[in-house]
């Protein structure tokens, strides 16, 4: 079992005047999911009841229906006898994430001479990537990567495909919580993003979609690997 970083409840006290009673339990679970997509609640880790109640200053009822939306989202799980923890993605919803991003990304990059969408999202995204990389924030940039992929899904210009995405990048995030040195992983991916990005830009749809499937069966891989390395560990 894996205890959560010293602070980590008392940080959300930062977050209490965010609280309402209209939407107390909606704005819970918001908080605590930022908590868990940051990092500071790792996947594996047991999200102690008493403390988020005595930092947000919520009733274990509130918290309680916050935890179902989270359940839902696929963000935490509850265990019986032992509590709420942040779910640990499986190898199996590794393959099934990235068999998504394939279909959905690599058409959008297909289809971009036609529906003609903006790329400066893309392209700010991939800035504050760059500035991240730049601070050493590796943990920064892999959330700028997750957004990247967010902007080339946009290029799709379907608000439908947005919102089914959204627990797909969530997931993502927890999946890139697993691999334990950050800057390993995604100091080549930012270089090739903006290879994709840069071959979109020359207007060669076809050649970046092409670059983005190769590039996301080896992320897959690499992933993969990972999670062997952790099972062999345990």
Known sequence: MTSAPAGSYTALAAHRDRLDRASRSAQVADIVREGILDGAFRPGTRLSEPDICAALKVSRNTLREAFRTLIEERLVVHELNRGVFVRIPSAEDVAEVYKCRRI???????????????????????????????????????????????????????????????????????????????????????????????????????????MLADYLGDAQAQILAAYADIDRAY
């Not at 500035?131 to 967010?150: K, N, Y």
């Not at 993502?172 to 390993?184: A, E, M």
């Not at 100091?187 to 076809?206: C, I, K, M, Q, S």
């Open 104 to 210: 959905v990304e690599c058409a959008a990059l297909r289809d971009h001479p036609r529906t003609g969408a903006d790329l400066g999202p893309v392209a700010a995204v991939l800035a504050r990537a760059d500035r991240c990389a730049a601070q050493g924030d590796w943990t920064g940039a892999g959330t700028a990567d997750v957004e990247f992929h967010r902007a080339v899904t946009a290029l799709n210009d379907s608000r439908l495909l947005d919102a089914l995405m959204s627990n797909v990048w969530n997931e993502l995030r927890l999946i890139f919580h697993v691999v334990s040195d950050p800057t390993t992983f995604h100091e080549p991916y930012l270089r090739r993003n903006h290879e994709v990005f840069d071959t979109l830009a020359r207007g060669d749809a076809a050649a970046a979609a092409d």
